[in-house]
């Protein structure tokens, strides 16, 4: 399915009981706007032979009391997998865009929902490109973001740009993000 606005959609009951009448699994290809999930919507995504995550996104913190809304019904009505795309590099730079994106992990913990990082081509020209593309690294592959903190991360994977960043003072007021488990 290349819809990934299917419920902003007036007819999406009807493409949910389409789906469900062919008995076939599918996956919508992109993010899933979890703003606009209500318990209906969230109880049709569990009622669906959907396969793979169920995926949303994430991509501004301004967004988060809508995503958090959405998120609830989302868990309220169903238990499946989820994760969400997470932009950066778009809306702003540095120690902000850093501050932001590890805002949108906590969140994202709190609901038991996958994050996938996105970078805008704009991360290129960030002082902090070498920490975007280890972000990126470690937050893509579940079995390491669920295992360590983005500090352990960075020690075992050698990656010397970023540790020496990560030791400066410039991210001391990341610190405890930077050396927290999101996922227990």
């Not at 009807?14 to 789906?19: G, K, Q, T, V």
Request: charged letters at 35%; glycine letters at 4%.
């Amino acid at each position: 399915m290349l819809d990934d606005n299917v419920f902003a959609c007036k007819d999406w009951r009807e493409i949910f009981a389409e789906l469900e009448s062919t008995g076939k699994r599918f996956a919508f290809k992109q993010g899933l706007d979890i703003r606009l999930t209500n318990r209906e919507k969230a109880a049709a995504l569990a009622r669906a032979k959907y396969r793979g995550d169920v995926t949303f996104a994430f991509d501004n913190i301004a967004d988060e009391r809508e995503f958090r809304r959405g998120a609830e019904n989302f868990r309220a009505e169903c238990d499946k997998q989820a994760k969400a795309y997470l932009l950066c590099g778009f809306y702003q730079r540095g120690l902000d865009e850093l501050r932001d994106l590890f805002k949108r992990l906590d969140v994202l913990a709190e609901y038991r929902i996958l994050p996938y990082l996105m970078r805008h081509e704009r991360y290129e020209n960030d002082e902090y490109r070498a920490i975007y593309v280890d972000l990126a690294r470690w937050l893509n592959q579940p079995g390491f973001f669920k295992k360590l903190s983005f500090l352990e991360f960075a020690e075992k994977a050698g990656s010397r740009k970023t540790r020496s960043t990560l030791a400066s003072n410039e991210l001391a007021p990341l610190t405890l993000w930077l050396e927290r488990r999101f996922w227990n």
